[in-house]
């Protein structure tokens, strides 16, 4: 089969499509043949060994939409020619990738193999941390930093389906009327506003930050009573003032996630929870996958760096069948 690896740990250029074995399958797993795999921030952060990991001979990717090819020992859930998503540990920039089947969604139909790749790691990131550890309810404020990536707009679209009122921060008009047009309230442009100023009579319940740097202290004087200040990744610089004060007084829940390096059977256990009470969004078309970009498997390396300029809207895609 045809992989991306990783072969050199310095820029994007160091991605090389190669000749590899198919992934043998362990008990509990199956073999999906990959028609679409989903680019995301942490792949740049594995390339440059940011996980504590050798990045050498690795091939990137964490969400993956095929055709299930072979099932192993020990499986029952899925048989031959099932149309799956997936969240996988690593290895999706491939033309085949070995799961466990715990982990695989079923393609509503109607969707592409495209725009369902977009969908695992997003809605299994945003589900984890926004709903099952923040516990967002209806009737709260919701607000989100970086409205307008692949995390934002499956946040925005979640946050509202469940019945918050949402805010969102992003970096032009453009991404900004996607944000509100997807069911923001408002959307704040960083680069023309001060988001504090802008959303200071809010009160909002719970945050979800991409950025970390200085938006910390101004996400903790946004927050209402009983708030929670909720990290996936801190772009803009992992350390952050804390006015230890403002915890104290507002009762503030700080804290953060990664869904890679969770095991497998927290990851099973989340999957289970989407499809029971997620996956019927994306079914009935009120969650909708947001595709910027697709990309084949050969220019994975252009796909990441155009991740990395920030310039989308939504997700970007490898599309394995674009040059078969």
Known sequence: MKAVRIIRQDDSNILQLQECPIPPLEPGQVLIRVRAAGVNRSDILLREGGYGTDPIGQIPGLEVAGIIEQCGPNTSRWQIGDRVCALIAGGGY???????????LPIPAGLSF???????????????????WAHLTT??????HGGSS??????IQLAKAFGATVYATAGSKEKCATCEQLGATKCVNYKEEDFEKALADVGINVVL???????????????????????INAMKGADSQIHIPTLMQKRITLSGSMLKPRDAQFKADLVADVQERVWLLVIDGRLKPIVYRTFPLAEAAQA??????????????LDILEGE
């Open 139 to 144: 009737g709260e404020n919701f607000l989100i």
């Open 304 to 317: 990441q760096a155009l991740m990395a300029t920030g310039e989308h809207i939504g997700k970007i895609i």
């Open 150 to 155: 692949g995390i934002g707009v499956t946040a």
């Open 209 to 231: 930050d991409m950025v970390g740097g200085d938006y910390t202290p101004k996400n903790l004087r946004l927050l209402a009573t009983d708030g929670r200040l909720m990290f």
């Open 114 to 132: 495209v725009e369902a790749a977009s969908l695992p790691e997003t809605v299994l990131t945003v589900w984890s941390t926004v709903f099952q």
């Open 94 to 104: 491939a033309d085949y990738v070995a799961v466990d089947e715990r982990h695989c």
